[in-house]
């Protein structure tokens, strides 16, 4: 009996063991995506990207390995089954009008949506993610301070992009401009990729003082307005609502300790160029037009055919406009399918999950990350639902 009892561990370990090398590999690209984004190649009117292939290769494996193992799906993720299928929808009613050629725009962003909400709960885990996420983080931070001090001292502007084939020739150009892009391929990604890790790190009290000044630094000098604009969403809602009931004092010290870090940055940051250069940006209006110019459109969204308007125009064209997109691209239907969806993740998961959550959707205001073009809902979504389907490390899973 014992030895049965034996084989049967050891059948489970070995099952156990196959199994880790598939979630190593879907949170190192869960993770690290945001990198591969900028590299790949151009076509029509979409392009074959490094993130996209790696969501292909796992997607290729992750079905090889449920044809073997069978299928399982977390509880939570459910609530997001609609808007899935409302996207479907918007596929098939825009073909139906005679749009064309953006298709695979609306594929790739259905592929990395699963990708993000289905296979996360099973194949995501949050402490291997992390280590990876830590050390990206730091990396990207010290790139953009060295490309700030050395664009500022002595006018050498370094890249921090790889010796790669850009899937687009205006990221080549990136050392004539005076901003900073890190090792991403806009500015205002460092912010969105930093973002969760600020916010798991303050929330799980992780975060030291020197960490988070170096980090404030490099969001308020990137020249991003979205990162100024994340920077100060995450400190107001730490100090709002962040506290730790066992001990009050210490709690009260973290905020005052945020706080001075988020004016010591501040402080640095006025004396720079690059604060001389956000105010010309803020002040020609460019950016926030920008961004604003999908709201003022809607009301000639709404004058157009009854099926664009429930099903959305399947990414045939969108601005930068946040959750007008979200209704330009997806419809009334999507839209709100989303957003009962999105609901349902706050309202089962736990405090650090709806301090990721909303921090994403603040960002989403003036930006189309929800889309997927910073990979930031690979990160974001895999963690929330780590937060809503762990209990002490165990997963719910039906089936």
């Known amino acids: 009996?014992?030895?049965?009892?034996?084989?049967?561990?050891?059948?489970?370990?070995?099952?156990?063991?196959?199994?880790?090398?598939?979630?190593?590999?879907?949170?190192?690209?869960?993770?690290?995506?945001?990198?591969?984004?900028?590299?790949?190649?151009?076509?029509?009117?979409?392009?074959?990207?490094?993130?996209?292939?790696?969501?292909l290769l796992f997607s290729f494996l992750a079905l090889i390995n449920v044809c073997v193992n069978g299928i399982k799906i977390c509880k939570e993720n459910l609530f997001f089954l609609p808007f899935l299928v409302s996207v479907?929808?918007?596929?098939?009613?825009?073909?139906?009008?005679?749009?064309?050629?953006?298709?695979?725009?609306?594929i790739r962003f259905m592929l990395l949506f699963i990708?993000?909400?289905?296979?996360?709960?099973?194949?995501?885990?949050?402490?291997?993610a992390m280590k990876v996420y830590k050390w990206i983080v730091w990396i990207a931070t010290i790139v953009?301070?060295?490309?700030?001090?050395?664009?500022?001292?002595?006018?050498?502007?370094?890249?921090?992009?790889?010796?790669?084939?850009?899937?687009?020739?205006?990221?080549?150009?990136?050392?004539?401009?005076?901003?900073?892009?890190?090792?991403?391929?806009?500015?205002?990604?460092?912010?969105?990729?930093?973002?969760?890790?600020?916010?798991?790190?303050?929330?799980?009290?992780?975060?030291?003082?020197?960490?988070f000044l170096f980090i404030a630094l490099a969001l308020l000098?990137?020249?991003?307005?979205?990162?100024?604009?994340?920077?100060?969403?995450?400190?107001i809602y730490y100090i709002l609502f962040m506290r730790n009931n066992k001990d009050f004092i210490k709690s009260i010290l973290a905020k005052i300790g945020i706080l001075l870090v988020g004016g010591i940055s501040s402080y640095f940051f006025v004396l720079s160029k690059q604060f001389e250069f956000v105010s010309k940006r803020l002040d020609s209006?460019?950016?926030?037009?920008?961004?604003?110019?999908?709201?003022?459109d809607m009301e000639t969204f709404f004058e157009s055919t009854p099926l664009k308007i429930l099903f959305g125009n399947g990414m045939?064209?969108?601005?930068?406009?946040?959750?007008?997109?979200?209704i330009i691209v997806f419809g009334i239907v999507g839209a709100l399918f989303y957003f009962l969806g999105i609901g349902s993740l706050l309202k089962k998961t736990n405090y650090i999950g709806r301090f990721i959550l909303f921090t994403f959707m603040f960002s989403n205001i003036g930006n189309v990350e929800f889309l997927g073009n910073a990979s930031s809902m690979l990160i974001v979504f895999p963690f929330v639902l780590w937060y809503c389907c762990h209990d002490s490390y165990k997963q719910k899973f039906i089936g």
């Open 144 to 211: 953009l301070l060295l490309q700030v001090v050395m664009s500022n001292l002595w006018g050498i502007h370094i890249s921090g992009h790889l010796n790669l084939p850009l899937r687009s020739s205006i990221y080549a150009n990136t050392l004539s401009l005076s901003r900073f892009y890190s090792i991403f391929e806009e500015p205002g990604y460092y912010g969105i990729f930093v973002s969760s890790y600020l916010c798991i790190q303050l929330a799980e009290k992780k975060m030291h003082i020197p960490e």
């Open 285 to 296: 209006g460019y950016s926030l037009e920008a961004r604003t110019e999908g709201y003022a």
């Open 316 to 326: 045939e064209s969108y601005p930068i406009s946040g959750y007008a997109t979200l």
């Open 1 to 55: 009996m014992a030895f049965d009892e034996r084989m049967m561990c050891d059948a489970i370990e070995s099952k156990t063991r196959q199994g880790m090398w598939l979630i190593y590999l879907y949170t190192f690209f869960a993770i690290a995506s945001t990198l591969f984004e900028l590299y790949g190649i151009s076509y029509s009117l979409s392009t074959f990207t490094w993130r996209f292939a790696s969501v």
């Open 221 to 235: 000098l990137s020249t991003s307005s979205s990162n100024i604009g994340i920077l100060i969403f995450i400190i």
């Open 88 to 106: 479907i929808g918007s596929f098939f009613a825009n073909m139906a009008i005679g749009s064309e050629g953006y298709e695979l725009r609306l």
């Open 115 to 128: 990708y993000a909400v289905f296979l996360s709960p099973r194949y995501f885990n949050a402490d291997f």
